[in-house]
């Protein structure tokens, strides 16, 4: 079956740091991705990760762990922009689809 | 210059009736996907074509017909609408072969069946 896990809600200050975990039970792997969604628009690409390890880009930073199933988001320096939700997603084997978890809200408070 | 677009915004329909939502993208994609955002803002996947060919249809009712023309396009027809097809629907686009194969998703379509 398909699993994957994420928080349904977080809450973090301006300029604080917040993590956001995601764990996966997939039939397939092919990458894991994460998508930021503001209310009311589309999701729109973040970060990818289909080895081991830490990718950064800018303030964000994504991490991925295939043994354990893994994977977190880090944000730094919150906004309060960056209150969206949070979506991680695991591309399936055939790279045909993308599996996506039910979404982290983030609220970032002044 | 808009990347993926999807026609139209907003769709408020009776029960029973058929309706269309168009999409096109024109970043010379050759995947295009329909997926199903539905009130609880959990995003599922409908359909994928590649080249105009679908390769994949998940656990959708039959009322759900995709139709790509071209490489560029990927209309969604629905037939026989019933309430619990209210929901947000979008569509993306990819390239396959590309690292990361990295979706784009158009603006979305909130459909409310009454």
Redesign the interface.
Known sequence: GQNIDQPTEMTATEGAIVQINCTYQTSGF??L?WYQ?HAG?????LS?N?LDGLEEKGRFSSFLSRSKGYSYLLLKELQMKDSA?Y?C?V?NQ???????G??TTLSVSS | DTAVSQTPKYLVTQMGNDKSIKCEQNLGHDTMYWYKQDSKKFLKIMFSYNNKELIINETVPNRFSPKSPDKAHLNLHINSLELGDSAVYFCASSHKGREPDTQYFGPGTRLTVL
């Open positions: 092919n990458g991705f969604q628009e589309a999701p729109t690409f990818y289909v939700s979506l997603a591309s055939a790279g045909t689809a993308l599996i996506f039910k979404g």
